[in-house]
């Protein structure tokens, strides 16, 4: 597949022409709106000569990777395309209206993928008259650097196609993890507890949010903490998911939204972007409890959380162990792939933690999942 089209030029879709230009590719960018694709050209730009001055391209390579990538604004210059990516706005109308105008343009093999990261792979499929050459392709921002990238078959999509697109975005040198098509798929279903058990912690009073970043960090090894990486997330974005995770899976109370964030998206504080999230960017940021027995309670907290959440995912057969932990440690930089997180930690300590949550607060959302109960009767582990 040498011939790409991805539509929608902002951040996202920017940055996947760029892998598929590298990796050798005839890329079209398209976009309804110029000044759009005109930032993205100067991004591009940008972007190419800061690695030409960190020696990592040359000017050759440069120029052949801008040379490769053309920007269009009418639909029907994707026509020859082998491979159409879409990455607009998290809308399933939109994104329905588009692939079935864009189905009447291509030819009859060419493969329709969306890049998104909650949406239904299934109903996004079912917008077109072949709905078998249908596929997710979820990359990770910035998708240049970011290497994991979740393929998502819908049940109509074809076997041909899941493999023809598992080799294509292999040979971009991403790391695949093929998931089932549910709500949130492996990353953004398995990381939620990351955001709202922190945040949960929180409403509680048992600690702030310096506090709460602080102790994952040091305690568990995370880049970030929660309140930091929701803040540069965007809550627009990041509470918008959970929202969405929430209502498809029937309001499980799992994936229960916070009201503290969903003040915050409406307040208009959406973290960096804005200047003021959980943290106020304007002003010297505030000073963590230094406490590392309360850290390490927060931090044992949330990590079951994680890990429940993960063997749960494999319990549904959501996607394979291996999958699961590659995309958590390769898609949102998790110091440990969670399953061998849990036999680190052991499977008899994670059920007893959840045990011991639950007889707490007798919520649904601490429920443990059957496959560490059963794991920890048999004495096995996930030895992913």
């Given at each position: 597949?040498?011939?790409?089209?991805?539509i929608g030029s902002g951040t996202m879709g920017s940055g996947i022409a760029q892998v598929a230009a590298t990796a050798g590719c005839s890329v079209k960018l398209y976009d309804t709106n110029q000044e759009a694709l005109s930032r993205s050209k100067a991004a591009l730009e940008n972007?190419?000569?800061?690695?030409?001055?960190?020696?990592?391209?040359?000017?050759?390579?440069?120029?052949?990777?801008?040379?490769?990538?053309?920007?269009?604004?009418?639909?029907?210059?994707?026509?020859?395309?082998?491979?159409?990516?879409?990455?607009?706005?998290?809308?399933?109308?939109?994104?329905?209206?588009?692939?079935?105008?864009?189905?009447?343009?291509?030819?009859?093999?060419?493969?329709?993928?969306?890049?998104?990261?909650?949406?239904?792979?299934?109903?996004?499929?079912?917008?077109?008259?072949?709905?078998?050459?249908?596929?997710?392709?979820?990359?990770?921002?910035?998708?240049?650097?970011?290497?994991?990238?979740?393929?998502?078959?819908?049940?109509?999509?074809?076997?041909?196609?899941?493999?023809?697109?598992?080799?294509?975005?292999?040979?971009?040198?991403?790391?695949?993890?093929?998931?089932?098509?549910?709500?949130?798929?492996?990353?953004?279903?398995?990381?939620?507890?990351?955001?709202?058990?922190?945040?949960?912690?929180?409403?509680?009073?048992?600690?702030?949010?310096?506090?709460?970043?602080?102790?994952?960090?040091?305690?568990?090894?995370?880049?970030?903490?929660?309140?930091?990486?929701?803040?540069?997330?965007?809550?627009?974005?990041?509470?918008?998911?959970?929202?969405?995770?929430?209502?498809?899976?029937?309001?499980?109370?799992?994936?229960?939204?916070?009201?503290?964030?969903?003040?915050?998206?409406?307040?208009?504080?959406?973290?960096?972007?804005?200047?003021?999230?959980?943290?106020?960017?304007?002003?010297?940021?505030?000073?963590?409890?230094?406490?590392?027995?309360?850290?390490?309670?927060?931090?044992?907290?949330?990590?079951?959380?994680?890990?429940?959440?993960?063997?749960?995912?494999?319990?549904?057969?959501?996607?394979?162990?291996?999958?699961?932990?590659?995309?958590?440690?390769?898609?949102?930089?998790?110091?440990?792939?969670?399953?061998?997180?849990?036999?680190?930690?052991?499977?008899?300590?994670?059920?007893?933690?959840?045990?011991?949550?639950?007889?707490?607060?007798?919520?649904?959302?601490?429920?443990?999942?059957?496959?560490?109960?059963?794991?920890?009767?048999?004495?096995?582990?996930?030895?992913?």
């Open positions: 597949m040498k011939k790409i089209a991805v972007t190419l000569s800061k690695l030409v001055e960190k020696g990592k391209i040359d000017e050759t390579e440069k120029s052949r990777i801008q040379n490769a990538t053309s920007y269009v604004s009418t639909l029907k210059d994707l026509s020859d395309s082998d491979l159409v990516i879409e990455a607009i706005v998290e809308n399933l109308e939109i994104k329905r209206k588009v692939f079935s105008e864009l189905e009447t343009l291509v030819s009859a093999q060419t493969v329709l993928a969306s890049n998104t990261s909650s949406l239904s792979i299934a109903s996004i499929a079912a917008s077109c008259q072949k709905p078998e050459r249908v596929i997710g392709i979820h990359f990770f921002n910035p998708a240049p650097l970011m290497q994991l990238v979740e393929v998502i078959p819908a049940v109509q999509t074809s076997d041909a196609v899941v493999q023809k697109i598992t080799q294509t975005i292999s040979d971009w040198k991403k790391v695949v993890a093929v998931a089932k098509d549910t709500p949130g798929f492996i990353v953004n279903r398995v990381a939620r507890p990351f955001y709202s058990e922190a945040l949960r912690i929180y409403e509680e009073g048992f600690a702030d949010f310096a506090t709460i970043d602080w102790s994952m960090k040091t305690i568990g090894g995370f880049r970030m903490g929660p309140f930091e990486l929701m803040d540069f997330i965007g809550h627009d974005v990041n509470y918008t998911v959970t929202e969405t995770v929430f209502t498809s899976f029937y309001f499980d109370p799992r994936y229960k939204p916070s009201f503290t964030q969903k003040r915050l998206t409406e307040a208009g504080f959406l973290g960096r972007k804005s200047g003021r999230g959980f943290y106020n960017y304007s002003e010297e940021m505030p000073k963590p409890t230094e406490d590392l027995t309360l850290a390490k309670t927060i931090f044992e907290r949330v990590i079951v959380m994680l890990i429940n959440e993960a063997a749960d995912a494999l319990f549904l057969n959501i996607a394979s162990a291996k999958d699961i932990d590659n995309a958590m440690t390769k898609g949102v930089n998790y110091p440990k792939g969670l399953l061998a997180w849990a036999d680190e930690l052991g499977i008899n300590w994670c059920v007893e933690k959840l045990d011991e949550l639950y007889n707490e607060y007798h919520e649904d959302r601490y429920r443990c999942s059957p496959v560490l109960r059963k794991m920890n009767r048999e004495n096995k582990v996930f030895e992913v």
